[in-house]
């Protein structure tokens, strides 16, 4: 595709359940982002892959939140055990190395 | 370690008027900046970037942002508005001391646009 796409775009679920997102990057791009932006805040880095190496993994908030990469290709994050404060939106964005990132539009997450 | 402070979280402005949206950076190292727009329901898109040369930066539909060093400011400004504009707008940094790249964000402006 033309852009960064990711899904689902809106996701709700229960307190405690597992959820994952999926982002599908600009094909070629190497470097691979994912942010979450709460309701009123910008945005926080959560991790950064290079290829499917994870170099910074600092943003991760808790044991709960995973993510891998499979090749220079799709991400997903996932969140173990979802808690009310994991609602947020959570954008991914690709670049090329030390290029513009570009964004998807966002998953929604709410947690019950 | 970098911030970035966005003074103003809502700012209104009428349309055809000027309008300067405020970023101020900390930085140990040579500063990237950069300022995103964002509409309802959609991704980040970059309106303009700093990284190095003249500090004057013209982006997209019209948006300049001019990196002070004295200040540690890189204000976005647009001599008219347009109702088109209405969005939130992000400043960021590029931060940390790897090179990965990571953008480092301010708190968000949300620009209102009054016909």
């Known amino acids: 595709g033309a852009g960064v796409s990711q899904s689902p775009s809106n996701k709700v679920t229960e307190k405690g359940k597992d959820v994952e997102l999926r982002c599908d990057p600009i094909?070629?791009?190497?470097?691979l982002y994912w942010y979450r932006q709460r309701l009123g805040q910008g945005l926080e880095f959560l991790i950064y892959?290079?290829?499917?190496?994870?170099?910074?993994k600092s943003g991760l908030p808790s044991d709960r939140f995973s993510a891998e990469r499979t090749g220079e290709s799709v991400s997903t994050l996932t969140i173990q055990r979802t808690q009310q404060e994991d609602s947020a939106v959570y954008l991914c964005?690709?670049?090329?190395?030390?290029?513009?990132?570009?964004f998807g539009p966002g998953t929604r997450l709410t947690v019950l | 370690a970098q911030s970035v402070t966005q003074l103003g979280s809502h700012v209104s402005v009428s349309e055809g008027a000027l309008f300067l949206l405020r970023c101020n950076y900390s930085?140990?190292?040579?500063?990237?900046l950069f300022w995103y727009v964002q509409y309802p329901n959609q991704g980040l898109q970059l309106l303009l970037k700093?990284?190095?040369?003249?500090?004057l930066v013209k982006g997209i539909n019209g948006f300049e942002a001019e990196f002070k060093k004295s200040e540690t400011s890189f204000h976005l400004t647009k001599p008219s508005a347009h109702m088109s504009d209405a969005a939130e707008y992000f400043c960021?940094?590029?931060?940390?001391?790897?090179?990965?790249?990571?953008?480092?964000f301010g708190q968000g402006t949300t620009l209102q646009v009054k016909p």
């Open positions: 964005a690709s670049s090329s190395p030390g290029g513009e990132q570009f």
């Open positions: 094909s070629g791009h190497t470097a």
């Open positions: 892959f290079q290829g499917n190496s994870a170099p910074d």
């Open positions: 930085s140990s190292v040579p500063p990237y």
């Open positions: 700093y990284t190095t040369g003249a500090t």
């Open positions: 960021a940094v590029i931060g940390g001391s790897s090179n990965t790249g990571k953008l480092i």
